[in-house]
């Protein structure tokens, strides 16, 4: 596709389910990232993928999040046991030359 | 610890005056920088960005200022227009891209302003 595309647009589950977030980045962009929006917060870094490169994970905010990249291509985030405080905007963008193209994003809501 | 601030939360300005969005940093380390635009329900779109070694951009209707021994960028919007009311996100990364494709690496963010331009 032309964009950045991520799924499902919108996710509500209960407090400790497991929910797992799509994107599907520009073909032929070789770097992924991951980031969250809280309500009236700027955008949190989660996760990088570059390439073949081991990922930057430095943003996780605990182990019971995850994220792999499959082929270079289709990525996806997972978030274990989820807690109200996981309630956010995740994002996904990719990037080759320019800035960053962002996915619409997928709007978690934990109950 | 915030290394990436936009102190103002919200900018509100008639329409064809100038909008001037701020923002400041505290990494030294910071040297490539990017305003992005989101409007409810959609991603961020960049908008411009400047590199360490200038002191300005432009592009039409936009500007973004850096002023490195401040740690200060500012992003200029002249003349504004209703479509422009979004927030507008600043954003700084480490890492310059280079000619055989890269990314920026990691970019921080600000908290976002939001514009809000009146007709």
């Known amino acids: 596709g032309a964009g950045v595309s991520q799924s499902p647009s919108n996710k509500v589950t209960e407090k400790g389910k497991d929910v797992e977030l799509r994107c599907d980045p520009i073909?032929?962009?070789?770097?992924l990232y991951w980031y969250r929006q809280s309500l009236g917060q700027g955008l949190e870094f989660l996760i990088y993928?570059?390439?073949?490169?081991?990922?930057?994970k430095s943003g996780l905010p605990s182990d019971r999040f995850s994220a792999e990249r499959t082929g270079g291509s289709v990525s996806t985030l997972t978030i274990q046991r989820t807690q109200q405080e996981d309630s956010a905007v995740y994002l996904c963008?990719?990037?080759?030359?320019?800035?960053?193209?962002f996915g619409s994003g997928t709007r978690l809501t934990v109950v | 610890d915030q290394q990436v601030k936009q102190n103002s939360p919200s900018l509100s300005v008639q329409e064809g005056r100038i909008s001037i969005l701020n923002c400041d940093y505290t990494?030294?380390?910071?040297?490539?920088f990017l305003w992005y635009k989101k409007y409810p329900a959609e991603g961020p779109t960049f908008l411009i960005s400047?590199?360490?070694?200038?002191d300005k951009n432009e592009d039409g209707r936009f500007t973004v200022f850096l002023n490195k021994s401040a740690k200060h960028l500012s992003l200029h919007i002249v003349p504004s227009q209703p479509g422009d009311s979004a927030v507008y996100f600043c954003?700084?990364?480490?890492?310059?891209?280079?000619?055989?494709?890269?990314?920026?690496?990691?970019?921080?963010f600000g908290q976002g302003t939001i514009l809000t331009v009146h007709p």
């Open positions: 963008a990719s990037s080759w030359r320019e800035g960053y193209t």
């Open positions: 073909s032929g962009h070789t770097a």
């Open positions: 993928f570059q390439g073949n490169s081991a990922p930057d």
């Open positions: 990494n030294s380390m910071f040297d490539y």
């Open positions: 400047i590199s360490s070694i200038k």
């Open positions: 954003a700084a990364s480490g890492s310059l891209p280079y000619a055989g494709g890269t990314s920026y690496g990691k970019l921080t």
